[in-house]
């Protein structure tokens, strides 16, 4: 059974940075495509990146694209998103997913039903 383990959130000002952790634990890392999504309040979960399972291609929505950088550290079996400048609008809980489809283009994992393993999810909350 897999099962991932967000950190890193926190309460932070407009402009500054954190760094989020994904820890995945029952089956390497590596065997999966990692996904990040957030869901802030009064709104639908949405995509935000995600790492390719066999290549490590990257996508991004395109209201973080040049801000955030997802990466993975299989040696650790850990995922990170890093967020700078970030906006008061990046406020969420920020979810890790994991997904086990296997897809060529990193294009085909923007959406929730691709993933199989979700994270209980870690608040961000960007003041302005």
């Known amino acids: 059974h897999v099962q991932l383990v967000e950190s890193g959130g926190g309460l932070v000002q407009a402009g500054a940075s954190l760094r989020l952790s994904c820890a995945v634990s029952?089956?390497?890392?590596?065997?999966?495509?990692m996904g990040w999504f957030r869901q802030g309040p009064g709104k639908e979960r949405e995509f935000v990146s995600v790492?390719?399972?066999?290549?490590?291609?990257?996508l991004y929505t395109d209201s973080v694209e040049g801000r955030f950088t997802i990466s993975r550290d299989n040696a650790k079996n850990t995922v990170y998103l890093q967020m700078n400048s970030l906006k008061p609008e990046d406020t969420a809980v920020y979810y890790c997913?994991?997904?086990?489809?296997?897809?060529?283009?990193?294009?085909?994992?923007?959406?929730?039903?691709?993933?199989?393993?979700w994270g209980q999810g870690t608040q961000v909350t960007v003041s302005s």
């Open positions: 997913a994991a997904a086990s489809n296997i897809y060529y283009s990193v294009q085909s994992y923007q959406k929730i039903g691709e993933y199989d393993y």
């Open positions: 029952g089956r390497t890392s590596s065997s999966y495509t």
């Open positions: 790492i390719n399972w066999w290549d490590d291609s990257t």
